[in-house]
């Protein structure tokens, strides 16, 4: 069975720091892998997706099949960045995300 | 349309009660999905639909919950005898066949139950 594995609950940062969150998965087939968003008192909504491989708001996710890690980087962090990130696969031939626990970004002013 | 809508958005009961959650998707989104969400936990998978038939369930989904989506629209989540271990958000998720972009589910805002 697949699994997502984000190591870190909570990341505090200060504003213009480089953010870095990790993803590892677990999953013996091609996954696709995705990153979702959820800011306060806002629904849960898709971020990015490998197979884009596209900038969305200055984050970018690159995915290292070697370390089977899908890590979401962003080089200045912003306060609007603030946030519960979730990062989720989908194995081949399904339509199901499988999600990991998150990890609540903390931008400091 | 303002996207997936759930109701109630908050449920308080008694342990041993049933309650039933209704989710209204993004009108033409054929595939339907549900989720729980516990504290400090990312969503985990329930059930899945594509237009009225249940293709997939999660062995989470234990013979005390069913979900139905009838007539390939809004869907319920169904829970009997509920526990105090059921306590949690209940997410509804939709996503079209046509257009469908891989891995985009639109969410819900999510029903809260807490059982006392």
């Known amino acids: 069975a697949q699994r997502v594995t984000q190591p870190e609950k909570l990341l505090s940062v200060f504003k213009g720091a480089p953010v870095e969150l990790k993803c590892n998965y677990s999953?013996?087939?091609?996954?696709?892998l995705f990153w979702y968003v959820q800011y306060s008192r806002q629904r849960l909504q898709l971020l990015l997706r490998?197979?884009s491989r596209e900038s969305i708001k200055g984050f970018t996710a690159d995915l290292n099949k070697g370390e089977t890690s899908f890590h979401l980087k962003k080089p200045f962090a912003q306060e609007e960045d603030s946030a519960m990130y979730y990062c989720?696969?989908?194995?081949?031939?399904?339509?199901?995300?499988?999600f990991g626990r998150g990890t609540s970004l903390i931008v400091h002013p | 349309d303002t996207g997936v809508s759930q109701d109630p958005r908050h449920k308080i009961t008694k342990r041993g009660q049933n309650v039933t959650f209704r989710c209204d998707p993004i009108s033409e989104h054929n595939r339907l999905y549900w989720y729980r969400q516990t504290l400090g936990q990312g969503p985990e998978f329930l059930t899945y639909?594509?237009?009225?038939?249940?293709?997939?369930k999660s062995r989470l989904l234990s013979d005390r919950f069913s979900a139905e989506r009838p007539k390939g629209s809004f869907s319920t989540l169904e829970i009997q005898r509920t526990e105090q271990g059921d306590s949690a958000m209940y997410l509804c998720?939709?996503?079209?066949?046509?257009?469908?972009?891989?891995?985009?589910?639109?969410f819900g805002e999510g029903s809260r139950l807490t059982v006392l």
């Open positions: 490998h197979i």
């Open positions: 989720a696969l989908i194995k081949g031939g399904s339509y199901i995300p499988t």
């Open positions: 639909f594509q237009n009225e038939a249940q293709l997939e």
């Open positions: 998720a939709s996503s079209p066949t046509s257009g469908y972009v891989a891995g985009e589910l639109f």
């Open positions: 999953y013996s087939g091609s996954p696709e």
